[in-house]
Nanobody, 111 residues
């Protein structure tokens, strides 16, 4: 499974950005798709996940601001009311028995 991300960039606090990630390859066994992020000096953390059945999950830090959606082999992340602490490299992932990762895309939120 290959994952190709797009989107990201620089935005002021309070602004919005959207990310997308398109998967190709052996998709029939993929269950969850979603996004993690990693800020400098911090561990990678889950941002949002959507299951094959459409169930979603978010950590408290982004709930109400971020929305994940999925359409066939593409997963989207709409990020609103961005904060400087959202600055990180965002990684798309998909998993069946193993996890597959995208190359990462930078999101920078200026104060």
């Amino acid at each position: 499974v290959q994952l190709v991300e797009s989107g990201g960039g620089l935005v002021q606090a309070g602004g919005s950005l959207s990310l997308s990630c398109t998967a190709s390859g052996r998709m029939f066994s993929i269950n969850n798709m979603g996004w993690y992020r990693q800020a400098p000096g911090k561990e990678r953390e889950l941002v949002a996940v959507v299951s094959r059945g459409g169930s979603t999950n978010y950590p408290a830090s982004v709930k109400g601001r971020f929305t994940i959606s999925r359409n066939k082999n593409t997963v989207y992340l709409q990020m609103n009311n961005l904060k400087p602490e959202d600055t990180a490299v965002y990684y798309c992932f998909a998993n069946d028995e193993v996890a597959y990762w995208g190359q990462g895309t930078q999101v920078t939120v200026s104060s």
